[in-house]
């Protein structure tokens, strides 16, 4: 069992540093799918009203509806984001070559003041034109106006130390991967903040919340 996980794991880093296009493509994609689908659940489980008496989550009564178009549009996405990814690392690798930890803080900075708020917006743009939504409706403006900087936010508490690690010590050929694993858990994070403050907020009523985004930048 061991060999086999070892035989897969080499084989996996070979083609991540023969075929990094298509790996990207791949793990983008299938990140964003899974991404989505724990996103879901963590929506729906707490954002739920709670106990009024004890204050604690009624979780034996939860019952998951997962929205799987919801999550294949945003594996859909996360494919279209996989290349994007890769040639943002490599343009960074390229240009601000080095592997002190000041080279490495450049490369987070503008990671996360460049790369972060694009790939949000290029989130939520692609998704309402898969639902045939007006990028200038009252829905999309709501969104940038009330949501966008709150997730953003959200990115700048759980995300920079991890991914400063990422781009300091993780070769480039794995970056792609480690930054798709970084944004799950971001995603998952600050899902499970915004969920926790709208249960909070509306205790007697269930609601729906509104789609937090990922990268995933992926």
């Not at 990422?166 to 499970?192: D, K």
Request: charged share 20%; with cysteine.
């Amino acid at each position: 069992s061991r060999s086999k996980m070892a035989r897969v794991l080499i084989s996996f880093s070979k083609l991540l540093k023969t075929k990094p296009m298509s790996m990207a493509i791949a793990t983008t994609g299938f990140v964003s799918f899974i991404a989505d689908y724990s996103g879901q659940k963590i929506e729906q489980m707490y954002s739920t009203p709670m106990d009024p008496k004890k204050r604690k989550r009624k979780l034996k009564q939860f019952v998951f509806q997962w929205d799987a178009l919801r999550s294949l549009k945003y594996g859909v996405i996360g494919i279209l984001l996989g290349p994007q990814l890769l040639l943002w690392h490599t343009a960074l690798a390229t240009h601000i070559a080095g592997k002190t930890f000041g080279a490495a803080l450049k490369r987070l900075i503008l990671d996360q003041c460049v790369f972060v708020p694009y790939s949000l917006c290029f989130i939520y743009c692609a998704r309402s034109l898969m639902g045939h939504d007006n990028l200038l409706d009252a829905h999309t403006q709501n969104w940038l106006n009330e949501y966008f900087l709150p997730t953003y936010k959200g990115y700048f508490a759980f995300r920079p130390a991890i991914q400063m690690i990422n781009l300091w010590v993780i070769p480039l050929p794995f970056r792609v991967v480690c930054t798709n694993w970084i944004e799950w858990e971001t995603h998952s994070a600050v899902t499970y903040k915004a969920a926790l403050r709208y249960g909070a907020e509306n205790e007697q009523t269930p609601i729906d919340l509104p789609d937090t985004e990922t990268t995933l930048d992926l």
